[in-house]
């Protein structure tokens, strides 16, 4: 049994910062990638980030504003987002591929940038 918790949303004004956290507990040996997206009203769920064992990705909406990041020890992921638009309202979800159990999504965690 796998969890992944997600913390860290909130309300928070354009041109300001959050970081989410997303932590993985259970029968964890490996965790080989781990991710962030984000699902708005009325659209699909889109991926933001992802970070693997080499290398980080990011959609190009949020290149150069969001920073994903992660410890292994700790088996969590974060996302720090920056300049924080209106468009980036979302619920925002991590997943994390582990070895030998597969993908596992955490509950989400609601991200509204509004003035």
């Known amino acids: 049994q796998v969890q992944l918790v997600e913390s860290g949303g909130g309300l928070v004004q354009p041109g300001g910062s959050l970081r989410l956290s997303c932590a993985a507990s259970?029968?964890?040996?490996?965790?080989?990638?781990m991710a962030w997206y984000r699902q708005a009203p009325g659209k699909q769920r889109e991926l933001v980030a992802n970070?693997?064992?080499?290398?980080?990705t990011y959609a190009d909406s949020v290149k150069g504003r969001f920073t994903i990041s992660r410890d292994v020890a700790k088996n969590t992921v974060y996302l720090q987002m920056n300049s924080l638009k209106p468009e980036d309202t979302a619920v925002y979800y991590c997943?994390?591929?582990?070895?030998?159990?597969?993908?596992?999504w955490g509950q989400g965690t609601q991200v509204t940038v509004s003035s």
């Open positions: 997943r994390g591929a582990i070895a030998g159990l597969g993908g596992y």
């Open positions: 259970g029968n964890i040996r490996r965790i080989y990638a």
């Open positions: 970070i693997n064992e080499s290398q980080t």
